[in-house]
Each structure stands twice: as C-alpha cells, then as structure tokens.
Nanobody
C-alpha cells in the first residue's frame, strides 16, 4: 500500500519560512514525478510545484516562483518544499502527490488528474 505522509506545516508570520516534507513508503517512485498542491478554504486545489525523479527538473506555479524551492532525497524517499517569504495568501492545506509520468515537460504534471497517489495534507497558516 502506497503512503504519502506530509509534515512541517504550522503557523508562521508573513515573511517567515516553513519547510514541508513528504515521506513516501510502500513502493519506489523511480522515474515518477512528485508534486505539491494546495487548497485554501472555499477554493480549488491548485498546483504549487513538481520535481522529476532525478531532481534535475523542477516546475513552479507563478505565484510561488522565486519564493518556494522543491527538492527530493531519493535515499529517504522524501520530497521537500522550502517556503520562504510567506504571504497570508499562501495559507492553505498543502498536499503531496506522486505518480505523474514525465513526458519531457513538467507542465503536464501541473494538474491533479496527472497524479495517482495523495497525502492527507498539512495545514499552513500565514498571519499578517
């Protein structure tokens, strides 16, 4: 059984930083893209970032580019999302996802339908 477990969420003031982690277990996601999405209250779940298995290629939503950094530790089967310069509009439940197939462009992994597995989410709250 595949499991994705997020951690690292919390309450932070605007301008602060948080680092989210997503630990995967149950199978090896070799060759598979992993991503982060977020869902604010009353809104759709939106794409945040994605990373290839190698970690060489990354992709970001415009709203987080230059503030967030995605990375992965293959040995630990863990993906991270370093979030800097946080804004109140970054407040959301953040979800880790896995299973998107890399076709040469990570833009194809920016929709929920591209992923097979999801974590339970971790709350990030940014106060003004």
């Amino acid at each position: 059984q595949v499991q994705l477990v997020e951690s690292g969420g919390g309450l932070v003031q605007a301008g602060g930083s948080l680092r989210l982690s997503c630990a995967s277990s149950g199978r090896t996601f070799s060759g598979i893209v992993m991503g982060w999405f977020r869902q604010a209250p009353g809104k759709e779940r939106d794409f945040v970032s994605a990373i290839t298995w190698s970690g060489i290629s990354t992709y970001y939503a415009t709203s987080v580019k230059d503030r967030f950094t995605i990375s992965r530790d293959k040995a630990k089967n863990t993906v991270y999302l370093q979030m800097n310069s946080l804004k109140p509009e970054d407040t959301a439940v953040y979800y880790c996802a896995a299973g998107c197939r890399y076709t040469g462009s990570l833009s194809t992994c920016s929709t929920q339908s591209g992923y097979d597995f999801w974590g339970q989410g971790t709350q990030v709250t940014v106060s003004s």
